[in-house]
Every structure is written in C-alpha cells, then in structure tokens.
C-alpha cells in the first residue's frame, strides 16, 4: 500500500472513533453539499435575470411590502423585509459562506506563514520589524479595525462587500503570523533541524521540508476553527450594515434585514431563527472539525 | 598544512555568544589537528566547549553566537579549504557529503513526520543524485526489454527524462516537467533505487529486517536502531570527517558498547575519521586513539591515548582523570567551579582551581606546546625554561 494511502486510512479510523469528529464531519458535508449544489437545491424560481446569484430574486408579484411573510409553500423559511426569500438566501449563504472562509483563510494563512516563518527562522532584526508591525494590528480590537477599515476603503471606491473581505483578511493575519512564529521558534531549537543543516540541506529546505510539517499542525487547526469565525465576523459587519448590499444572500445581512421586526418578540421569528441555525451549523461543524483534526494530526496526541 | 596525513587542521578559533548577560567567550584560540583515519576524542566538561567546537568545524554557528576569527582548514582529495571563508552556498555541498554529524539523542535527531527511509533518501538526493539517475536508467533498461506495447512508449518517454537528468539537468523543459504534478512521479524511479541503497546501508549496520526499519517512523524504533539510522544517514556518502556528539550518552550500557563497536568497525571499512566528543573519559580509553582535553573553552592538553592516561601532564587531566568515581575509594571532585565565561579569569583559565598555579599563571595564558613527542600541553609548568 501507499504510504499516502495508508496515511489516510488511519486518520480516517481515527476519526471515525470519536462521536464528536464525526457529528463534526457530518456537518461540513452537509454545508458542502448545500454550497455545491445550490443552484439545484434552491433555484431561481422568479423568472427575473439573475446577474449576480448572490442577489436574492424577488417575486414581482409579491411585491416589495416591507412586513415579512411567514412561511408558504411557496416561501419554504418564509421572506423577510422586502418580499427576499428567506430558503434561496440561507441555502446561496452556505456557498457565500465557503467562498468568504476560503478566500479569507488562503489569504490570511499564506500571509501569516511567509511572514512568521521569516521572523521566527531568521530572527534578529527580520523578526522585530514582522513582530512589531504585528503587534500594531493586533493592538486594535478586531471588529472595530475591520469596521475602520471597510469604512476607508469603501470610500475609496471599494464595494462594502470586497472591503469587508480584504479588511477581515488585514485583521486576521497577524494573528497567524504569531503562532506560525511561535511554532518555528519552538522547532528551529530541535535536533533534527540541525541534523539536517549537518547533512547539508539550505534555509529553503530545511524551512519548508523540515520545520514547516512539525509546525503546521496547530495551525491547520486554528484555521479550521477560524473558518467558522470568519463567517461569525463577516456576519457581525453585515449585521452592523457594513459588509454585502441588501438583499444578498448572506446569513448575518438576512438577520440584520429582520432586525426592525425583533422588537415584536418572536412575532417574525422565521426572520432570524433561520439565518440563525444555518450559522450555528455551519461554525459548529468547523468547531468540531477543528477538534478531528487536531486529534489525527497532532504528532503527541495520535497512535495513542 | 604540514603533511598529507593531516586531516582537519583547527588554529586560533576564537568564538563569542552575544547574549543578555554579556558576551561570553566559548571558545579562546582553540587549534587542534586531526589526522586520516583516526578517532580523536573531544573531553571536557559541560559548557567547556566541545560541542560548539565540534559545530564550528560545519560552520554551523546558531546566533547568538559568532566566529571572531581563526582558520579551519579542511584536506578534501588533496587540496586545502578554509572553511571558515567558503560561501553557504558551497558549505550545503560540504556537509552531509564530506563532513557528517551523529547527535546526543538520536530519536531527537530524526523528523518525526518521515520515516527513517525518506530522511536517508533526502541525504541521497541532495548529495548524490548523480548516482541515482545512473541506477535509475540501469533499471529502466531492463525494464524496457521486458516491456512491450503502451508501457514500452512510456518506459522509452521515461528512459529520455532521465537521460536528460543526466546530460543537462538544468534545460527548460526539464525543470518544468518536474514541476508538473503527476509527471512529475516518474522521478519515483529515483525513490526506489535509493531505497535500494538505504537498505544495503541498514543492513551493513546490523539491523535485523532492514526492509521493515526502512517504513518505519522515528517513534517506532529503539534508542539503538534509532542510532543506526543516524549513523547510516550521516555515512550515506562516506563522508571524511564524522563528528560524533556524545552518540552514546543517551543509550543503555549494552546498546552503547554495541554502537561503540560499531563505530569502530566503520571506521575501518569507511576510513572515515572521527572526532568523538564525549565526556565520558572510559568511552574515551575504549574508542579514541588521540584526546584533546578541554577547559573553558581552552585545549588543556592534546596527547594520544595511551600517554594520557598514563603520564596525564596537564593538571586538569589529571584532576579530571582522579575524579573518575572507582569501587572502595574516597570520591573525589576538582574544587571550585568552573568559571564564567563572560569574565574568565586572565591568564590561564584553570588558575583558581589549580593546586599548582604559579604567578605566571594568573596574568599569562599559556601556549599549546609540544613537551613530548606527539604530547601537547597547555600549562605553564612545562616550559619554564623557555
């Protein structure tokens, strides 16, 4: 058999031995299979071009009155203000959703490992420029600094949607920059590493071959439990009427759309309870994913 | 370099750590020679120097610390290096291919995500990929007479890759192709025939079921095997020079004689020569056939095995050699402690734990000098007549 192959094998038994990885699995791919076959699961039924599948089509014949509407047959979660179909919304969320984490976790881990496996592997004056300019960032508290940011750039001709992304991306990599730093500073000092600098290999090799797999491990898992908070954040700023446009199909604006209708207690219900649960799912899922993996790919606690 | 014996020629390395409390002055004029063939031991205590001497002769300086100045000049295939003033690009090429390591704590010294066979392939790979491309093309030979049909087109597309590796490494093409995922497989040729190697290489160094030990993962194998596997690595390109760090420090008492033999035995077979560092004087009588001793980051004394232990001249030898604990006797230990090394004492560094420390002493450090034949000392009750 493959190493790769057996590799995988095991961490799969592995995972599969914990209820809790696997209520976790279970979680991600039933987001998954919403994201993917969105456009089957809830399609446009209105009839009205469709230049973006993120804006919600809205029924011409129900109107735009602002009341929402509970659920119909027709409305399987009902509309919130506005006559937007509550199902299309959290069902094209879902995707929304994986396309923010991904792009935001890409970016933000791609960052955060260049830059702290320079500043831990190099050290010295390297270290105190990445380190300092880090902690500057992570003076602010991160909301507020997203909130700062989207408001700059959205002036300077951003859609609200692209800078509350890019500014969620320059909130989050400091954050990977350190423990990547903290990590390479912990596995620089092993013997192995010198092992391999005594046999010859260069900065390159030994960084990418040598301390990059020992110290990826608590980082795969940070960024899996992050991908459920990005959606949390994204969703916070949408909230507060900073992130997507109205009417977009994204769980934290679909909640911020039924906020003027919260104040009749659970008269709307339907408004948010159902944005609600598709974000506690989705974070849940990643939560619980984040414990799997940490199980299978932590080198101290696996083959235990 | 005075004759073609010499091997390894250390002089004047003096080497400082910057740290937090001031600088500390590991290593003052250090020069030692090493010979062809032979074992030289490294003694002292902890913190004397050894190890860091031993790392020098890699250029492997960790920051904070620093090479002041000195030579270390190196005898490859008759021509002399200064180490010290070779480019890093050039030192990955001397490492691991004509100077090795084995460490303190083997299972330490192993990645933990790759099974012993990668880490012996890595080594391969960077140091003797040329021989690997030879067997490579040796097997996709054979293997072409054999085939026939659709596998035959793709051995032959194979077979010119590799004949490529061979002639022009650096072409376009090639370079791309390597790049490629799923093309990029064919290389996996290469993993087989060095797989091939390593398992010659363990088996050579007495591990039963070399096959199996090849698979395995650093946490699986024995503080011995694991030992084993350090030192197929470090003698996969039957290097010059092996430094050995304490190898056997960490293992059992029988695990150890059996490693020390087999260090022993490889020497012969390899005529590898050795620097054993070690503060184990009885591992020292047993292996080495020259010592250095060192003191605070000072040679004390540099003498062949055999007159050291019977005319110690030094008189931290022989303090050294009296504290060897044995069976009915009193303990007994060398007074004081060894000195700071950020404000060592002037003169010689031994001065104010020396029962016969003379004024000199104190404000002079002495010289490594020749007193008897092949018996170097450092101490000033040796040459008062000069």
């Known amino acids: 058999m493959q190493p790769s192959v057996k590799e995988f094998k095991f961490m799969l038994t592995r995972v599969l031995k914990s209820p809790l990885s696997v209520a976790g699995l279970i979680l991600i791919s039933y987001n998954v ?189 940070v960024a899996s439990l992050d991908f459920g908070s990005i959606v949390l954040t994204a969703a916070a700023l949408s909230f507060l009427g900073l992130g997507s446009p109205p009417g977009y199909a994204d769980w934290g604006r679909l909640i911020f759309d039924g906020v003027p209708y919260a104040g009749s207690g659970f008269a709307y219900w339907w408004t948010f309870i159902y944005p609600g649960i598709f974000i506690v799912l989705f974070t849940l899922g990643w939560n619980l994913l984040g414990d799997a993996l940490r199980d299978v790919l932590d080198p101290l606690s696996r083959r235990k | 370099m005075e004759d073609d014996q010499s091997l390894i020629e250390i002089r004047d390395l003096y080497l400082n750590f910057y740290t937090y409390d001031g600088v500390v002055k590991a290593l003052d004029g250090v020069s030692l020679g090493m010979r062809k063939g032979e074992i030289l031991g490294l003694v002292g205590e902890t913190g004397c120097g050894k190890s860091v001497t031993s790392l020098s002769t890699m250029s492997i300086v960790i920051p904070p610390g620093r090479i002041e100045r000195g030579r270390i000049d190196i005898n490859i295939k008759g021509k002399v290096y200064d180490l010290l003033s070779l480019s890093e690009a050039t030192m990955t090429r001397v490492r691991g291919r004509y100077i090795s390591m084995i460490f303190q704590e083997p299972r330490a010294a192993l990645n933990p995500v790759y099974t012993v066979g990668d880490q012996v392939a890595e080594v391969f790979f960077h140091h003797r990929k040329a021989e690997l491309i030879e067997a490579a093309i040796a097997q996709l030979k054979k293997d072409l007479n054999r085939a026939s049909g659709l596998k035959r087109a793709i051995y032959q597309r194979e077979l010119s890759l590799y004949e490529k590796m061979r002639s022009n490494p650096k072409s376009l093409t090639l370079r791309l192709v390597l790049k490629t995922p799923l093309i990029r497989r064919f290389q996996n040729r290469m993993k087989v025939e060095a797989r091939k190697f390593i398992v010659e290489m363990l088996k050579s160094l007495n591990i039963p079921d070399p096959a199996r030990v090849v698979d395995m993962y650093p946490h699986e194998l024995s503080g011995g095997m694991a030992q084993r596997a350090v030192i197929a690595m470090s003698l996969s390109c039957n290097p010059v020079m092996l430094i050995a760090d304490e190898p056997t420090t960490s293992l059992d008492v029988t695990v150890q004689a059996q490693i020390l033999l087999l260090i022993k035995d490889l020497q012969k077979r390899f005529h590898t020569s050795i620097l054993y560092v070690t503060h184990d004087l009885g591992v020292v009588a047993e292996t080495c056939d020259r010592v250095a001793v060192m003191y605070a980051g000072n040679v004390a004394e540099l003498a062949d095995v055999v007159s050291l232990f019977k005319k110690p001249l030094h008189p931290y030898t022989r303090a050294l050699l009296e504290s060897i604990p044995r069976p009915g006797e009193k303990f007994v230990s060398i007074p004081g402690i060894v000195p700071s090394l950020v404000s060592p004492p002037k003169g010689c560094r031994f001065n104010d734990r020396c029962n016969y420390a003379l004024d000199r002493c104190i404000n002079v450090k002495p010289e490594l000098v020749e007193v008897d034949k092949d018996h170097f000392v450092a101490c000033h009750l040796y040459y008062g007549g000069k």
């Open chain 1, 33 to 221: 299979i919403l994201a993917v076959f969105a456009p089957f699961i809830a399609p446009n039924t209105t009839g009205a071009a469709l230049p973006d599948p993120y804006m919600i089509p809205r029924d011409p014949a129900a109107g735009i009155w602002m009341q929402p509407n509970s659920p119909t047959p027709g409305h399987l979660f009902g509309t919130t203000s506005l006559q937007v179909d509550l199902f299309y919304g959290c069902v094209w969320g879902t995707r929304f959703a994986f396309q923010l984490g991904l792009e935001v976790i890409v970016t933000t881990l791609t960052v955060g490992l260049v830059l702290g496996m320079l500043a831990g592997y190099y050290g010295g004056f390297i270290d105190e420029v990445i380190m300092r300019f880090t902690d500057i960032i992570l003076a602010f508290p991160g909301l507020i600094l997203a909130m700062v940011f989207v408001a700059v750039l959205s002036r300077s001709g951003w859609s609200t949607l692209n800078a509350a992304i890019l500014s969620i991306i320059l909130i989050g990599w400091p954050g990977y920059t350190r423990l990547i730093r903290g990590e390479v500073l912990r596995v620089r000092g092993e013997d192995y590493v010198e092992a391999a600098r005594a046999s010859g290999a260069s900065d390159i090799r030994i960084m990418t071959r040598h301390i990059l797999p020992n110290s990826i491990y608590s980082v795969i898992i």
